[in-house]
């Protein structure tokens, strides 16, 4: 998104880019995780990024869907009401340690890898829709990791051998989040404004191990370690 010491050796940035582009400043308000793919949005001015700021910690008027590729088969749907701790690099730390942060999901496909995991042949994996309800740094990917169905390719809150064996297979290298579509009220005008990002074209890829999942019988989705 923009220079940090966290990444000091990246050389491309969202930011300067667009600054670049359009010939004027402007202030990141939705941010992704270095991975994610998927909507961005960015202020014209300090008020309205401070506005909107206070939207997306809040949650409220917003509609932020993810869609993610998942280890194990979870339930059909659910609701992880989860607290989060703040990350220990968010220079805001005079505020509270502990935030309320909620994500919606539904499970959309289930389908199986031929990776073997443990005791297990195969490797679980689905493919779910996420609704982020509150604005909490790495949220879905740390209450995704909370009800033990990490994110693929997350090498923060997942583990990195299974990371590497989905890659080997896949062919493609990188965190399964995309930020599908945002919707929410202008915060000049109040009309409501929708944006979105079609899945990149390496989602079709699951496809044919989604097939395979027709022949698989699920008894409890929600218990399986795999």
Same mark, same amino acid.
């Given at each position: 998104?923009?220079?940090?010491?966290?990444?000091?050796?990246?050389?491309?940035?969202?930011?300067?880019?667009?600054?670049?582009?359009?010939?004027?400043?402007?202030?990141?308000?939705?941010?992704?995780?270095?991975?994610?793919?998927?909507?961005?949005?960015?202020?014209?001015?300090?008020?309205?990024?401070?506005?909107?700021?206070?939207?997306?910690?809040?949650?409220?008027?917003?509609?932020?869907?993810?869609?993610?590729?998942?280890?194990?088969?979870?339930?059909?749907?659910?609701?992880?009401?989860?607290?989060?701790?703040?990350?220990?690099?968010?220079?805001?730390?005079? *505020?509270? !340690?502990?935030?309320? =942060? %909620?994500?919606?999901? $539904? @499970? /959309? +496909? *289930?389908? !199986?890898?031929?990776? =073997? %995991?443990?005791?297990? $042949? @195969? /490797? +679980?994996?689905? !493919?779910?829709?996420?609704?982020?309800?509150?604005?909490?740094?790495?949220?879905?990917?740390?209450?995704?990791?909370?009800?033990?169905?990490?994110?693929?390719?997350?090498?923060?809150?997942?583990?990195?051998?299974?990371?590497?064996?989905?890659?080997?297979?896949?062919?493609?290298?990188?965190?399964?989040?995309?930020?599908?579509?945002?919707?929410?009220?202008?915060?000049?005008?109040?009309?409501?404004?929708?944006?979105?990002?079609?899945?990149?074209?390496?989602?079709?890829?699951?496809?044919?191990?989604?097939?395979?999942?027709?022949?698989?019988?699920?008894?409890?989705?929600?218990?399986?370690?795999?």
């Amino acid at each position: 998104m923009h220079r940090t010491p966290l990444d000091k050796g990246e050389t491309r940035f969202v930011l300067q880019s667009l600054r670049d582009q359009i010939g004027r400043h402007v202030w990141p308000v939705h941010r992704l995780d270095k991975g994610t793919s998927g909507v961005l949005v960015f202020a014209l001015s300090t008020e309205v990024a401070r506005t909107l700021g206070q939207a997306f910690e809040t949650g409220e008027g917003l509609h932020k869907t993810y869609r993610a590729i998942v280890r194990g088969w979870p339930l059909d749907h659910g609701l992880i009401d989860h607290p989060l701790k703040r990350m220990p690099d968010d220079m805001r730390s005079e *505020r509270e !340690e502990i935030q309320s =942060a %909620q994500t919606g999901y $539904a @499970t /959309l +496909r *289930r389908g !199986e890898l031929p990776i =073997a %995991q443990g005791d297990f $042949a @195969t /490797l +679980r994996w689905a !493919e779910v829709q996420l609704q982020a309800l509150s604005g909490r740094r790495h949220q879905l990917r740390r209450h995704m990791k909370h009800i033990a169905h990490p994110i693929l390719g997350d090498a923060t809150h997942g583990k990195g051998p299974l990371n590497r064996g989905v890659a080997g297979h896949i062919g493609v290298s990188r965190l399964w989040l995309h930020a599908l579509h945002l919707q929410m009220p202008h915060p000049v005008g109040g009309q409501l404004l929708k944006v979105a990002s079609p899945l990149p074209r390496e989602w079709v890829l699951w496809e044919a191990f989604a097939a395979a999942r027709q022949t698989c019988q699920v008894t409890d989705p929600g218990s399986s370690p795999g």
